[in-house]
């Protein structure tokens, strides 16, 4: 599977923005999803995740209630939409897929089996 992350960008603390992320290869629809990211000087963490039916989502308790993760298995693309932006969110936010948990509770990065190449995500406070 390549994935093909984008939306990211400079946004004011309060602002939104949509993630995308395009999938190629392999059946899409047979990985769960999921949103990582990574600051500077952190290591990387789980921000959300959606099973391959997209019935079972799961998400941090620092973005729940402000971030929403969905797909759309006819596109091969999911989506991270994020509001109620704050600076603590700035950083680079990776996709992945993951097998394992396709149904699923993914929210270990070691669990994935491919990964996007990050978007840059910059919340200006």
């Known amino acids: 599977v390549q994935l093909q992350a984008s939306g990211g960008g400079l946004v004011q603390a309060g602002g939104s923005l949509r993630l995308s992320c395009a999938a190629s290869?392999?059946?899409?629809?047979?990985?769960?999803m999921g949103w990582f990211r990574q600051a500077p000087g952190t290591e990387r963490e789980f921000v959300a995740s959606?099973?391959?039916?997209?019935?079972?989502?799961d998400c941090a308790e620092s973005v729940k209630g402000r971030f929403t993760i969905s797909r759309d298995n006819a596109k091969n693309t999911v989506y991270l939409q994020m509001d109620s932006l704050k600076a603590e969110d700035t950083a680079v936010y990776y996709c992945a897929a993951g097998r394992k948990y396709f149904s699923g509770g993914y929210v270990d990065s070691r669990d994935s089996d491919y990964w996007g190449q990050g978007t840059q995500v910059t919340v200006s406070s």
């Open positions: 959606i099973s391959w039916s997209g019935a079972v989502t």
């Open positions: 290869g392999r059946t899409f629809s047979n990985y769960a």
